[in-house]
Structure formats: C-alpha cells, structure tokens
C-alpha cells in the first residue's frame, strides 16, 4: 500500500508541476458569471435608446446565496467601465443596458449615448473591486449574441 501511494504522490506532483493539473475557476463552485453578451443590437445601430438597451450583458450568480457586487466592475477591451452596486440574488440574472433606463435588481442602465460592445469581436471583463478577475467572454464577428 505505501508504494501505491508513494507512486501516486509522485504522479499527482509531477502532473502539478507540469501544469497539468490546474484549480477549477471560481465559477465552477457557485459564484457570478457573464451568461451572455447581446453585442449586436437588431436593426439599424441608429443610437436611440432602444437600440443602445437591446445591447447588454447577463450576469448570473449560481450560488445559494446572495453576493454583493458592489463596486465589481465590467470592462469592454477599450476600458469602458460599468461599475455595480448593490447585490446578485442567489441563482439570480442581473442585465446590464447599455442605454438609460431605471435600475431594478434584475436590470442596471449603463446611460451611455453610444454603443459599448463591438460586433466585429471584443471581450467583457468582470473585476471585483479588488481588481480580481472573475470572469470574461470574448466573441468574434459572427452572430450578434454569445453564451458564456
């Protein structure tokens, strides 16, 4: 039995070492991630207000908890930065607009008089106040929406 498990040990810190064996993402346990980015409004890109709300970003907390994120933050590659408060509802969507519009818990409004997310390819960041990343999707310049 002790070479067994000496073997194994020695398998386990080899395949670590090597890079082979890395920690599950944080999202993996329950946490909050980006569930889908809205990138390519429908219609004409005419900036109304319409057309700026129909671009958005989901956020879900998969958890049995509610999480506070409050001053978390979501990035476009350019650095437009939309910053939270408040908390996500245990296995709750929140639904950043880029448009105006009146937050509720289930939709934030970004207030932006133009679009954010380019539908040629980007990528949403999302940082806890910390700076941490928690999360990102990038997409390419076909379709106009992307599951995470």
């Given at each position: 039995m002790k070479v067994r498990f000496a073997v194994s040990a020695a398998v386990?810190?080899?395949?670590?070492?090597?890079g082979l064996l890395t920690a599950?993402?944080?999202?993996?346990?329950?946490?909050?991630?980006?569930?889908?980015?809205?990138y390519n409004?429908?219609?004409?890109?005419d900036r109304?207000?319409?057309s700026?709300?129909?671009?958005?970003?989901?956020?879900?907390n998969s958890s049995s908890s509610a999480i506070s994120i409050s001053n978390w933050k979501l990035k476009d590659r350019a650095g437009w930065t939309y910053t939270f408060s408040g908390t996500i509802g245990a296995k709750r969507y929140v639904t950043v607009h880029t448009g105006r519009g009146s937050n509720t818990a289930g939709h934030r409004y970004w207030g932006r008089a133009?679009?954010?997310?380019?539908?040629?390819?980007?990528?949403?960041?999302?940082?806890?106040?910390?700076g941490t990343l928690v999360d990102s999707c990038s997409w390419n310049a076909t379709g106009s929406s992307k599951y995470c």
């Amino acid at each position: 039995m002790k070479v067994r498990f000496a073997v194994s040990a020695a398998v386990v810190a080899t395949a670590v070492a090597g890079g082979l064996l890395t920690a599950a993402p944080a999202q993996a346990a329950g946490g909050v991630s980006i569930y889908r980015v809205y990138y390519n409004s429908p219609g004409t890109d005419d900036r109304s207000n319409t057309s700026l709300n129909a671009e958005w970003v989901q956020l879900y907390n998969s958890s049995s908890s509610a999480i506070s994120i409050s001053n978390w933050k979501l990035k476009d590659r350019a650095g437009w930065t939309y910053t939270f408060s408040g908390t996500i509802g245990a296995k709750r969507y929140v639904t950043v607009h880029t448009g105006r519009g009146s937050n509720t818990a289930g939709h934030r409004y970004w207030g932006r008089a133009a679009y954010v997310w380019n539908n040629d390819g980007d990528t949403a960041y999302l940082r806890k106040a910390s700076g941490t990343l928690v999360d990102s999707c990038s997409w390419n310049a076909t379709g106009s929406s992307k599951y995470c």
